[in-house]
C-alpha cells in the first residue's frame, strides 16, 4: 500500500513552502533597491505629571553599544489579546492627553521610533501607550481613520506596519508564529545594509496604501546609497468600533533615485500581486486584524495580531 498524504497536511506543507518562498521573496523585493538600483505589562495608569516625571529621568541614548541595536520590545511587555476600546468622555482629560502625546512623540523623536529605545525608554513608551489608549476620545476608532498617517514609533520592527508582512504573519496562524518571526528578524538581517526612512500610510474607506522610504548602500565603504519607496496596497473592511480586516493586493518599487530604473519601473509599472499568488497557491488571501484603540485629530495607536502597537501622525 502507497501511503497518501492527508488533504490537511497538504496544505499545511502548502503554507509552509508558501510562506518560506515570501519570505524569501521579501527580502529580494527590498534589496531589489539596491542590487537593481539595487503584552503591555501589568497596566499602571500613570498622569502626566508622572510622565514627565519619568522622562526626566530617562537617560537618553547618545552614546549606543553594541548592546543597544534595535530590538523587539520582549512579549510580555504588550498586551494580552484581550483589550477592547474604551471611551473618555472626560472634557477635563483633554490636557493629559496633550501632555501625553507630546512626551510620545519626545521619545519618538529621541529613540529613532523606538529603534534605539533602552529598556527604561521602553518601558515609559509602553505606559504612555497604554494611558492614550484608555483616554480615548472616539466611540468608534476603527472608523475614524481616513487621511494620511506618519508612523512615529513601533514596539517592533517598522517594516511590519505594511500590509505585505501583516499578510505573512496571518498566514503563519498561531502554530507558526515562531517562523514567522525567525522570518522577520532574518529580513531585517538581509536588510541590514539599508535604513527605513518615512513609513507612510493612506487610509480610505476600503483600501490601505502603505509607502516604505528605503535606503540601501550599494557596497560597502562607498559612499553611495540608492532610494526608492515599496509601495503596498491592501483592502480594507472596517469591522467598528476597532478592527480592520484587511488582505494584501500588491507590492511594487516607485521614486527610485537611479534615472533609468526609475523610469523602467514607471514605464513598465511592475507589481507583485502578492493577493493574487496567494489565491493561486491557496485558493484564499490570507486576512490580516489590526486594531485601533485610540484616535483623534493628530493621533492614531493600531495594534496587530501579537499585540505589536505602532504608532502614527496625521499628516
Given at each position: 500500500h502507497h501511503f497518501q498524504p492527508s488533504e490537511a497536511g497538504l496544505t499545511e506543507n502548502k503554507t509552509d513552502s508558501l510562506l518560506v518562498?515570501?519570505?524569501?521573496?521579501?527580502?529580494?523585493?527590498?534589496?531589489?533597491?539596491?542590487s537593481a538600483?539595487?503584552?503591555?505589562?501589568?497596566?499602571?495608569?500613570?498622569?502626566?505629571?508622572?510622565?514627565?516625571?519619568?522622562?526626566?529621568?530617562?537617560?537618553?541614548?547618545?552614546?549606543?553599544?553594541?548592546?543597544?541595536?534595535?530590538?523587539?520590545?520582549?512579549?510580555?511587555?504588550?498586551?494580552?489579546?484581550?483589550?477592547?476600546?474604551?471611551?473618555?468622555?472626560?472634557?477635563?482629560?483633554?490636557?493629559i492627553r496633550e501632555e501625553l502625546k507630546k512626551e510620545l512623540l519626545l521619545m519618538a523623536s529621541t529613540t529613532d521610533r523606538g529603534e534605539f529605545a533602552r529598556d527604561e525608554e521602553k518601558q515609559l513608551i509602553v505606559e504612555l501607550v497604554t494611558e492614550l489608549e484608555a483616554l480615548?476620545?472616539?466611540?468608534?476608532?476603527?472608523?475614524?481613520?481616513r487621511g494620511e498617517w506618519d508612523l512615529c514609533i513601533s514596539s517592533t520592527?517598522?517594516?511590519?506596519?505594511?500590509?505585505?508582512?501583516?499578510?505573512?504573519?496571518?498566514?503563519?496562524?498561531?502554530?507558526?508564529?515562531?517562523?514567522?518571526?525567525?522570518?522577520?528578524?532574518?529580513?531585517?538581517?538581509?536588510?541590514?545594509?539599508?535604513?527605513?526612512?518615512?513609513?507612510?500610510?493612506?487610509?480610505t474607506n476600503d483600501e490601505l496604501i502603505s509607502e516604505v522610504d528605503l535606503s540601501v548602500g550599494v557596497l560597502p565603504g562607498i559612499p553611495v546609497r540608492v532610494k526608492g519607496t515599496v509601495v503596498t496596497t491592501a483592502s480594507?473592511?472596517?469591522?467598528?468600533?476597532?478592527?480592520?480586516?484587511?488582505?494584501?493586493?500588491?507590492?511594487?518599487?516607485?521614486?527610485?533615485n537611479v534615472p533609468f530604473l526609475d523610469q523602467m519601473l514607471d514605464d513598465m509599472d511592475l507589481e507583485l500581486p502578492v493577493g493574487g499568488v496567494y489565491e493561486q497557491l491557496l485558493g484564499k488571501?490570507?486576512?490580516?486584524?489590526?486594531?485601533?484603540?485610540?484616535?483623534?485629530?493628530?493621533?492614531?495607536?493600531?495594534?496587530?495580531?501579537?499585540?505589536?502597537?505602532?504608532?502614527?501622525?496625521?499628516?
Open positions: 518562498t515570501m519570505f524569501v521573496r521579501s527580502a529580494i523585493l527590498f534589496m531589489a533597491l539596491g538600483s539595487v503584552s503591555v505589562s501589568a497596566f499602571a495608569p500613570i498622569n502626566a505629571a508622572s510622565a514627565r516625571s519619568l522622562l526626566s529621568t530617562t537617560t537618553l541614548h547618545q552614546s549606543m553599544s553594541t548592546d543597544d541595536i534595535p530590538s523587539d520590545y520582549q512579549a510580555d511587555d504588550l498586551s494580552s489579546g484581550d483589550q477592547a476600546v474604551v471611551v473618555d468622555e472626560d472634557e477635563d482629560d483633554e490636557r480615548n476620545p472616539t466611540p468608534e476608532p476603527a472608523t475614524d481613520c520592527q517598522l517594516f511590519r506596519s505594511s500590509p505585505f508582512f501583516q499578510s505573512l504573519r496571518a498566514l503563519a496562524g498561531e502554530e507558526n508564529k515562531a517562523m514567522a518571526e525567525n522570518g522577520f528578524d532574518l529580513h531585517e538581517k538581509a536588510t541590514s545594509t539599508g535604513q527605513i526612512g518615512r513609513v507612510r500610510q493612506t487610509i480594507l473592511k472596517v469591522l467598528p468600533p476597532e478592527e480592520w480586516d484587511i488582505r494584501v493586493k500588491g507590492t511594487s518599487v516607485k521614486g527610485s488571501n490570507p486576512t490580516s486584524v489590526l486594531r485601533t484603540f485610540y484616535v483623534d485629530e493628530s493621533i492614531r495607536i493600531t495594534r496587530d495580531c501579537d499585540d505589536n502597537f505602532y504608532v502614527f501622525t496625521r499628516m
